[in-house]
C-alpha cells in the first residue's frame, strides 16, 4: 500500500521545537517533490515549506523563514520546527507530487493523515 506517514507533532510551549517526519511507505520519495502543508481551524490549507517544488530549490513561506527547515535522508522528509508560535498552531499535513510541482493543494498526489502541532503556555 502507497502511503505517506507522518511524525511527530504535540503540544508545545511558546519558543520551543518539534519535528516533523514524513517517511514513504509502499514507494520512494526520491525523484518527487516533497511538502508539508498546514491547516489551522476555520482557515484554509496552506503550504509551509518544500523540497524539490517549482524550481526545484527548497522553498519556506516567509512566515517559517528562519525558524523552520527542511531536510531529506533517504525515504524521510524532516521538519524541523523553532521559536514556534502559537499562530503555527494547526494539523500538519506531509504530501508528495510530481518533481517541479507548484506547493499547492491541487497538485499533490499523495497525502498523509496530518498531525496536530499545538503551540500553547
Known amino acids: 500500500q502507497v502511503q505517506l506517514v507522518e511524525s511527530g507533532g504535540g503540544l508545545v510551549q511558546p519558543g520551543g521545537s518539534l519535528r516533523l517526519s514524513c517517511t514513504g511507505s509502499?514507494?520512494?520519495?526520491?525523484?518527487?517533490?516533497v511538502g508539508w502543508f498546514r491547516q489551522a481551524p476555520g482557515k484554509e490549507r496552506e503550504g509551509v515549506s518544500c523540497?524539490?517544488?517549482?524550481?526545484?530549490a527548497t522553498y519556506y513561506a516567509d512566515f517559517v523563514k528562519g525558524r523552520f527547515t527542511l531536510s531529506r535522508v533517504g525515504n524521510t522528509v524532516t521538519l524541523q520546527m523553532n521559536s514556534l508560535e502559537p499562530e503555527d498552531t494547526g494539523v500538519y499535513y506531509c504530501?508528495?507530487?510530481?518533481?517541479?510541482?507548484?506547493?499547492?493543494?491541487?497538485?499533490?498526489?499523495?497525502w498523509g493523515q496530518g498531525t496536530q502541532v499545538t503551540v500553547s503556555s
Open positions: 523540497t524539490m517544488c517549482s524550481d526545484g
Open positions: 504530501a508528495a507530487a510530481n518533481r517541479y510541482s507548484d506547493l499547492t493543494v491541487k497538485d499533490m498526489n499523495y
Open positions: 509502499g514507494f520512494t520519495l526520491d525523484y518527487l517533490a
